[in-house]
């Protein structure tokens, strides 16, 4: 089946020199690499996408983007976009793919779905994706990549998975890859942090254990979420943000409102449980891509017509999208997605590090559709006993956040510590729970009483278990709270990351001087430095805005928990569970 | 060349296709055996008109599942670890004098989909690798069988990029062995050919040959390090003019990288010290120094540069050059700076600086 269109593709040659064709439009753009729509003018001006990669800007050295294109060209799946060919011009490597006149789903849903799409146009254009995964895991390739910004349509509903920038391969030997020997398939282990912040798996995050084609699975099924709820959970946070909720936690207002709304909107009990099987926090219990392509949820899936009818009909063209998005954002880094340009890691990490607890994995809450954090503490029964005993430190902690913004650095001193100080937070995310909806469970008294929870789901205790497991691939003693280094562990890759956009940061103060030292020799620059300042107070009244955002937030977050402390109390007295947590906590 | 097809056993034809994968399961000897009948086969009976298409179709939907499980057999699969005496098994199996299952699969290649494709090139790849009474037989296979090389350098050549590819990473790991690299090095026509290959538009292939080439002139250091002494002249005169001077941006940035890499490198500081003492070679670095447009560019030649500038044997003509372009060069330096902190670079520079400065009187007599 597929043999045929490849055969097609290997024959069909695309020159490999830019005058052969005519950009008609920019489609997206990045900071190291825009979209082109264009026309390969010998081939009878058919309509092709162009991504022009910034070989001098691009952060990736020459071998990983080799890697990129190298797999696209050696991939073939109806499924999956291929490259027609790729050259270099001057300093941008040009790579020439199929035009997806539909744009990707990410930029389907934020133009004119920003609820989520229909339930069965999920099943179609999951399904399609799946095949893809499939076929990929075959071939040996993880994507580490998978979210809604990756998957692209066509006018005719067919869907393709895009952008292999950091995909990787187990027969590619790469010693820094590879955490054991390559010689053989089972111990497919990578190690390195690749991907975007809010589809990474928790293993994946927690680099240090190892990852493998599950994290893909993980990936899949956040992407799922986001096609239901027009956004993937924990969305309203910057990416590196993201990953320390992963780990730590704080959940918001806005988030409660959304949840609420979207109970209005019914998924059927099989798309529910597609998602939770995707969402095990134990890799080993997520399916494969084969086995989810025979779950019920795809069984009956509507045709690729029916999503041209029910999601393509009336939408805007990709180009009258990225315009828009030009014009009402000023912001070019929300328009990564509007394509398939990535550069994920360049962006905001501006912001200062906030405190936050730290959680050992996710609970998926089948049914609202969402994310439910689990904390390790939970497990610990002495942990009650801090609980209380710090309760009063939590506004402490919040009155030191303000302080924390005027320093990047000054916060991030401040990371191993966060692991002891906000474990505490323990009483406020009770009642975070329950106005979710669901009763919240103290694990460790669960499963000593061996009570199943009342109205839990039935995910949930495979989830405890999980949960548990995954406490013992973190390598942390009983007593993490009081040994913030090993606690630290898992997020030197993250360290990383942040060290990383410091980095940049740095370099781009090195630029200024730069610019402004050679302006005091050659006067001719004075104009330019004056665009500089220009540039420099605008990016700085941006951030002054950002920065009183993010304080009225604060101050909503607190009243929140205020509000919340004594929604507790009252609910207390009904609620069984929180009577078996205050049991333990009293009897402590 | 070919073994004869009187050599086919009937036995191994008259298998069932399928019932390989469902009756008990074959030895690797006999998949390879197998293996090597089908492509003998199919090779044979490519031009025959009396032969069916749909049988041929069978044959080849065989061959690819047989490429499959010899792939399964040394990989494993994510059930099961590869098992060592199975490996090995197929392995001498693989490399016995008159099964010429390699060459076989080489010549087979194009006409593979491309899955099988990738299976072979995989396949191929581990087997290089492979110990059979700790020896790598593939090694002696390929001193004995060097014409392969040859066929698989030319697969550079094909436009096909898929199968451009596979033959490229087929023959990088072929190099991983020191007497297959020599026999490349040794060959002049060979290494004029990648000197073409890595100006193919073709990025894909281009960049493949790139790292190719790169494996060849870094892996065996000693075999380099004769190499470039025994043949200094025409290989840097067509370093410089096919490469460092290439208009294309993306050649000169990987030729750049690579020769600081090699001339870097201890076991070639003879090499060194006779490149760095050259004028022209000189001049040339100096020109990628002023490509302003790249950053790269000009940082990985600025490695290059220091080394004539430290050269404690510098002749009077590249003093010279250095000398009445030092005021340029200061203030050219003085813009470097790396895209993250490199203490070591910046004390590079700085040193670099102090001995352009010092040049100057001691030279103007």
């Given amino acids: ?48 996408a162009i991504k022009a990669i910034d070989l001098e800007r691009s952060r990736a050295n020459l071998d990983d983007v080799r890697k990129e294109t190298k797999a696209m060209a050696l991939l073939s799946h109806p499924n999956i976009l291929r490259a027609h060919c790729s050259f270099t011009v001057d300093h941008h490597l040009w790579v020439v793919m199929p035009f997806m006149s539909a744009g990707s789903l990410h930029s389907i849903i934020s133009s004119s779905f920003p609820d989520g799409l229909n339930e069965s146009s999920i099943a179609v254009v999951l399904k399609e994706t799946l095949n893809a995964l499939l076929y990929l895991h075959d071939q040996g390739h993880l994507h580490r990549d998978i979210k809604a910004g990756n998957i692209l349509v066509d006018s005719d509903g067919s869907v393709k998975l895009a952008d292999f920038g950091v995909s990787a391969s187990i027969y590619e030997p790469n010693p820094s890859n590879m955490s054991s020997s390559m010689l053989s398939s089972s111990h497919l282990w990578f190690n390195d942090l690749a991907g975007t912040p809010y589809w990474m798996a ?40 993201s990953l ?45 891509a084969e086995k989810l392509l025979k779950h019920p949820f795809f069984k009956n899936c509507r045709s690729l017509d029916f999503v041209v009818k029910s999601v393509l009909q009336g939408l805007p063209s990709v180009e009258d999208r990225y315009k828009e ?40 809450n089948e049914e609202v559709l969402e994310l439910d954090p689990v904390y390790p503490s939970q497990n610990k029964e002495n942990d009650s006993k801090r609980v209380r005993f710090d309760g009063d430190k939590i506004f402490q902690d919040k009155s030191g956040v303000k302080d924390e913004r005027n320093s990047v650095t000054a916060s991030l001193c401040e990371i191993p510590s966060f692991f002891l100080e906000d474990t505490h937070a323990h009483n406020e995310l009770e009642n975070k729970d329950e106005r979710w909806g669901k009763p919240h469970m103290d694990v460790g008294t669960q499963s000593n009483s061996g009570e199943a929870g009342i109205d839990l789901n039935t995910e949930k205790n495979e989830d405890i278990l999980a949960n548990g497991e995954e406490q013992d691939c973190e390598l942390e003693p009983p007593s993490t709270d009081d040994t913030p280094m090993v606690a630290a562990a898992p997020l030197v890759p993250l360290l990383r990351v942040i060290m990383g956009s410091l980095d940049d940061e740095r370099q781009v103060l090195l630029n200024l001087i730069d610019n402004i030292s050679v302006g005091h020799i050659e006067l001719k620059h004075e104009d330019q430095i004056q665009h500089t300042i220009a540039q ?49 906590n009293t009897t402590e | ?262 001339l870097c490198d201890r076991t070639n500081s003879a090499v060194m010290m006779r490149y760095v003492s050259s004028m022209d070679n000189l001049r040339i670095i100096m020109n990628l120094l002023r490509e302003t447009s790249s950053k790269n560019i000009q940082l990985e030649a600025f490695r290059v540069f220091s080394l004539f500038v430290v050269n404690p044997n510098m002749p009077s003509d590249v003093l010279g050059i250095l000398v009445v372009n030092s ?34 009187p001691k030279d103007h007599y």
């Fill in chain 1, 1 to 48: 089946m597929a043999v045929h269109e490849e055969e097609e593709n290997r024959k069909m040659r695309y020159p490999v020199d830019p005058n052969s064709y005519m950009i008609l439009q920019k489609i997206g753009c990045g900071v190291s690499a825009t979209v082109y729509k264009a026309a390969c003018l010998p081939m009878n001006s058919t309509v092709v």
């Fill in chain 1, 202 to 241: 928790p293993e994946v995050i927690h680099s240090h254990v190892g990852y493998s084609f599950k994290a893909d699975i993980w990936s899949f099924g956040i992407t799922a979420l986001e096609l239901a709820h027009g956004r993937p959970p924990l969305s309203h946070l910057p990416p590196w943000k």
């Fill in chain 1, 244 to 288: 320390f909720m992963r780990i730590t936690n704080r959940l918001r207002l806005s988030d409660y409102d959304k949840c609420k709304k979207d109970k209005n909107k019914k998924f059927s009990k099989s798309f529910k449980d597609m998602v939770a099987s995707c969402l095990s926090t134990d890799p080993s219990k997520r399916p494969t």
């Fill in chain 1, 325 to 364: 998005a030009l014009q009402s954002c000023q912001n070019p880094q929300t328009l990564v997605h509007d394509y398939d340009v990535d550069d994920n890691d360049e962006e905001c990490l501006a912001d200062p590090v906030e405190k936050q607890r730290r959680i050992s994995g996710w609970n998926f």
């Fill in chain 1, 536 to 584: 420099l107070s605008l990016q700085l009244e941006q951030e002054r805005k950002k920065s009183s955002d993010l304080e009225t937030e604060l101050e909503l977050l607190r009243q929140t928990m205020t509000i919340a402390e004594t929604d507790k109390i009252s609910k207390t007295n009904s609620s069984v569970e929180c009577n078996n947590t205050v049991g333990s």
């Fill in chain 2, 1 to 262: 060349m070919y073994t004869d097809s009187s050599n086919v056993r009937i036995g191994c034809l008259a298998t069932n296709m399928k019932s390989i994968f469902k009756s008990k399961p074959k030895t690797p000897a006999e998949i390879v055996c197998r293996t090597r009948d089908l492509l003998v086969f199919l090779n044979t009976n490519s031009s025959s008109t009396t032969f069916r298409e749909a049988k041929r179709e069978e044959k080849l939907l065989e061959l690819s599942q047989h490429i499959r499980e010899l792939k399964r057999i040394l990989y494993g699969s994510t059930e099961s670890e590869p098992v060592p005496e199975a490996c090995a098994q197929l392995t001498k199996e693989f490399f016995k004098k008159n099964t010429q299952l390699l060459r076989l699969l080489i010549i087979f290649i194009p006409k593979l989909n491309l899955r099988a494709c990738k299976d072979v090139t995989q396949v191929v790849a581990n087997l290089q690798r492979q110990q059979v009474q700790s020896r790598l037989i593939a090694s002696d296979y390929l001193d004995a069988n060097k014409d392969l090389i040859d066929v698989l350098i030319s697969g550079y050549e094909e436009e096909d990029s898929v199968l451009a590819l596979a033959y490229g990473s087929m023959l990088r790991e072929c190099i991983r062995h020191q007497s297959i690299a020599r026999y490349v090095l040794e060959s002049k026509h060979h290494m004029k050919k990648f000197f073409g290959f890595m100006n193919l538009p073709n990025f894909e292939i281009a960049s493949d040959v790139s790292s190719t080439f790169k494996e060849l002139m870094t892996r065996h250091k000693s075999t380099v390090a004769e190499f470039l002494t025994k043949n200094h002249d025409w290989f840097f005169i067509e370093y410089n003019s096919k490469l460092l001077e290439n208009p294309n941006y993306i050649t000169r940035r990987q030729a750049v990288t690579l020769l600081g890499e090699v």
């Fill in chain 2, 327 to 360: 005021n340029k060069l200061v203030r050219l330096f003085g813009g470097f700076n790396t895209d993250k902190e490199d203490k070591q670079f910046d004390a590079d520079k700085a040193h670099i600086l102090e001995i352009i400065a010092a040049l100057e």
